[in-house]
């Protein structure tokens, strides 16, 4: 597809903004960096440790300065500024779209951040390649590492928009309901669409830890496989 975007107009219609941890990958802030510097774009940043309320407060202040976009990222995502002009030109050719992701992958999962949803209203996850041969597929929850909003359709929305919802028993175990995910439970509620880019992909920063093999090819796992399983099997010799 041939994109052609006004960088003037983006950088006029576009409040892009991230809640941010007091430390962060270098890396993120690289590809931060190139890509704000690539379309002279200002972001906002709110830091500490109250995500859901810096993301609120970031929003109003998208909404308040009559911005038609928000674009929320995350501090470990990587992208360019190609990403973006993709995300925007697709959103100002398609005024039915409310908000729109790029496909992304979990940290220390194999499956994309996103779940669809069934005829029958329940969650589901897409596995098979050949669904995202499209531009666009419809969600019904997603992420923030690098999503563009219909700033207006907040207007659609109750508050508070960022809340996480316990389990039956009142803790975070199964059955919980994140911050994020509340959010676009209440945007879908709304009235509001939500769709995935497959053709607009973004990586996700994910710390690994490399072991020597036992012919000293590298074996690679998750640090959160690590810290549930240990030292994997297939390694040199040593002590484990």
Known sequence: ????????????NVGMVASVP?????DQTISLLRSVRA???DPTLD???YWGQHLTHLFERVRAEGRRYILAFDYDSIYTERQIVALYWMMEQNPDIDALCPLQMKRGRDEGIF????????MIRIRDPREFDCDFVPIKTGHFGLTLLRA??????DKPWFIPVPDRDGGYGPGKTDEDIRFWLL?????????LAPRVVIGHLNLMVTWPGRDLTPVHQYTSDYYKDGI???ILNGVR
């Open 22 to 26: 007091r430390l962060q990958f270098t």
């Open 115 to 122: 779940t669809a949803e069934s005829e029958d209203g329940r």
């Open 47 to 49: 830091q500490g440790v």
């Open 152 to 157: 207006e359709r907040l207007d659609r929305l």
């Open 39 to 41: 379309l002279a774009v």
């Open 1 to 12: 597809m041939e994109i052609t975007v006004s960088i003037e107009e983006l950088r006029e």
């Open 187 to 195: 945007w879908r509620a709304a009235g509001n669409t939500f769709m």
């Open 232 to 234: 994997p099997s297939g």
